[in-house]
């Protein structure tokens, strides 16, 4: 991992002071600037591939279901932190934005021969708040709390329904931690292996993302809050990610509307509703009331007044993502190159 500004560092639980915005962003590749002049990820394929969809000459990609957790750490001089990473700017998909600890979920955790020992909602209860069936409400709380020990080595999971583990570190952690990431070895089979029961309640639901139908990647995604559990420490455990940060919502979305943090609309926006909450337990608090509607893209062709035409792209309830792009016009840059 490249070395980090004194102000990008995280800090210990013990000396929780969130970080200011890295004063070093940019990606190791070049990227020209969003159309918009801030920090949101706009791909330079997106234009021509959202034309062909509105065309009907590409057919959508099934969205893969995922979870993403925006692990929470209270500060001393005021609001919450949260902990973010950067995609490396070789990735695929979003490289060089900043997200949250998060991936897809794995088909092992749907199925009832991997059930791992659970406290607080039951499995009926989840499905009822994610809107989906049992088993995939699940196979979702599965891959967050698997997630955030994969990328951020944190795990909400204790040996009761009422503890947690104060300490993930060291070679037999890491050694579980490398298996559940290559997949050799289920949550479930983790989990009992430690004698350990997943602690669902320390979770709050808070949104879903479904990556835009244009999108050669697609994600169906759950975004959930949590606190970092008393006595352990985040890591960069992701060969995903080239840099991690604490860093306080509001900071993140400054630093994103100058420009100097690249991200996806899903993730400038979650950091936009955490900003009003005084701690991680207030947010916890309200996960229990927001609306879990998923939020979807919409792509159009439209007149534009002149005789041409121009593609509308707009993530409805989320106006400032809204792009006018004109028809003939190629991908107007990008800021990168999971989540939705």
């Not at 499995?123 to 699940?138: H, I, P, S």
């Not at 967050?144 to 909400?156: I, N, P, Q, S, Y």
């Not at 207030?282 to 996960?287: E, G, K, T």
Request: contains cysteine; negative net charge.
């Amino acid at each position: 991992m490249p070395s980090m500004p004194p102000s990008s560092v995280p800090q210990s639980p013990q000396s929780p002071q969130a970080a200011r915005p890295p004063q070093s962003t940019q990606p190791s590749q070049p990227s020209q600037p969003s159309p918009a002049g801030n920090g949101q990820w706009y791909p330079p394929e997106w234009p021509d591939r959202i034309r062909a969809l509105a065309e009907g000459r590409l057919t959508p990609v099934e969205p893969r279901r995922a979870a993403t957790v925006m692990l929470l750490r209270d500060t001393p001089d005021g609001g919450p932190a949260v902990h973010m990473l950067r995609r490396r700017a070789s990735m695929a998909f979003a490289g060089g934005a900043y997200a949250y600890p998060g991936g897809g979920v794995d088909p092992r955790d749907e199925s009832d021969r991997h059930v791992p020992a659970w406290a607080g909602p039951t499995r009926e209860e989840w499905a009822r708040r994610l809107g989906v069936e049992e088993r995939v409400a699940q196979a979702v709380v599965c891959a967050a709390v698997r997630e955030t020990f994969e990328e951020a080595g944190v795990l909400l999971a204790g040996p009761d329904p009422d503890t947690v583990v104060a300490d993930t570190t060291g070679e037999d952690w890491e050694a579980d931690r490398a298996a559940l990431v290559a997949r050799e070895l289920s949550f479930a089979d983790f989990l009992t292996r430690r004698e350990l029961v997943l602690r669902s309640d320390l979770l709050g639901a808070w949104a879903r993302w479904i990556t835009p139908e244009f999108e050669a990647r697609r994600y169906d995604t759950w975004f959930f809050v949590a606190a970092l559990p008393e006595g352990q420490r985040t890591r960069n455990a992701s060969t995903e990610a080239d840099r991690t940060v604490w860093i306080r919502p509001a900071d993140a979305a400054a630093a994103y509307d100058r420009g100097e943090l690249t991200m996806m609309p899903p993730t400038i926006a979650t950091l936009r509703q955490l900003q009003p909450y005084a701690d991680a337990a207030a947010a916890l608090a309200a996960a229990e009331g927001r609306d879990l509607t998923p939020v979807l893209a919409r792509a159009t062709l439209e007149e534009d007044g002149a005789g041409e035409q121009r593609v509308v792209l707009s993530w409805p309830g989320h106006e400032e993502f809204t792009k006018h792009v004109p028809a003939g016009e190629r991908g107007a840059g990008g800021n990168g190159g999971e989540g939705a």
